[in-house]
């Protein structure tokens, strides 16, 4: 079965702590995405890569950085954690090739920031 | 992508069809319909997703509009554990502009 997985199911940090996401896909597939989803304002794009080492910005993402050093592993980086990037995060990948399934997404990192 | 409409909230018994509309009224030729159910506390799940013809699989069916400016979802047998916020999304179906945009979805309440 494939699988998107991520590290933790639950995190809390404290604020200015520096925070790594981890997200790793079994599937081979060239694109990664990062999510949060907070109440009312449903899922929204923070990040996402295409292939390894490229990265583009998505629709927020104003403190965080991602690294993608292999095709299998994408990191979602908080540099300085403060209390409003409390949130659900949500870790997804999809082939580059014409796909049945679209995006298959993890389980998803539940973060408070203290 | 285009962007979708849905209602907030619909409900349905339990073993009754759940019928989800989708409006999509600026969809492009080259865009496929997606849709995806989200349970509490979890990850977003494909469900199904079409083109032009109507689809289904062991989850659902679509039913896409000739004029392909909306759809609908769904679920034949609807049971308690189908409640979710179902999204309605559409996109290329593959490569570097492929990204998935989310709206609020429509949550569905499935009723003993």
């Known amino acids: 079965d494939v699988k998107v997985t991520q590290s933790s199911r639950y995190l809390v940090k404290r604020t200015g702590e520096k925070v790594f996401l981890e997200c790793v896909q079994d599937?081979?597939?060239?694109?990664m995405f990062w999510y949060r989803q907070d109440p009312g304002l449903g899922l929204r794009l923070i990040y996402f890569?295409?292939?390894?080492?490229?990265?583009e910005k998505g629709d927020i993402p104003e403190g965080y950085s991602v690294s993608r050093e292999k095709k299998e592993r994408f990191s979602l980086i908080l540099e300085s954690a403060s209390t409003n990037q409390t949130s659900m995060y949500l870790c997804?990948?999809?082939?580059?090739?014409?796909?049945?399934?679209?995006?298959?997404f993890g389980s998803g990192t539940r973060l408070t920031v203290v | 992508d285009a962007k979708t409409t849905q209602p907030p909230s619909m409900d349905c018994a339990e073993g009754r069809a759940a019928n989800l509309p989708c409006n999509h009224s600026?969809?492009?030729?080259?865009?496929?319909v997606y849709w995806y159910r989200q349970i509490h506390s979890q990850g977003p799940q494909y469900i199904i997703h079409?083109?032009?013809n109507n689809e289904t699989n062991e989850m659902a069916s679509l039913i896409i509009t000739e004029d392909r400016k909306s759809s609908t979802l769904i679920l034949p047998h609807a049971t308690l554990r189908d409640t979710a916020v179902y999204y309605c999304?559409?996109?290329?179906?593959?490569?570097?502009?492929?990204?998935?945009?989310f709206g609020k979805g429509i949550t569905l309440s499935v009723r003993p």
């Open positions: 997804a990948s999809s082939p580059n090739h014409r796909d049945r399934y679209g995006y298959t």
């Open positions: 599937m081979d597939h060239e694109n």
């Open positions: 890569s295409y292939d390894v080492k490229m990265k």
């Open positions: 600026t969809i492009s030729g080259n865009e496929y």
């Open positions: 079409g083109l032009k």
């Open positions: 999304i559409v996109r290329v179906a593959s490569g570097a502009n492929s990204k998935l945009t």
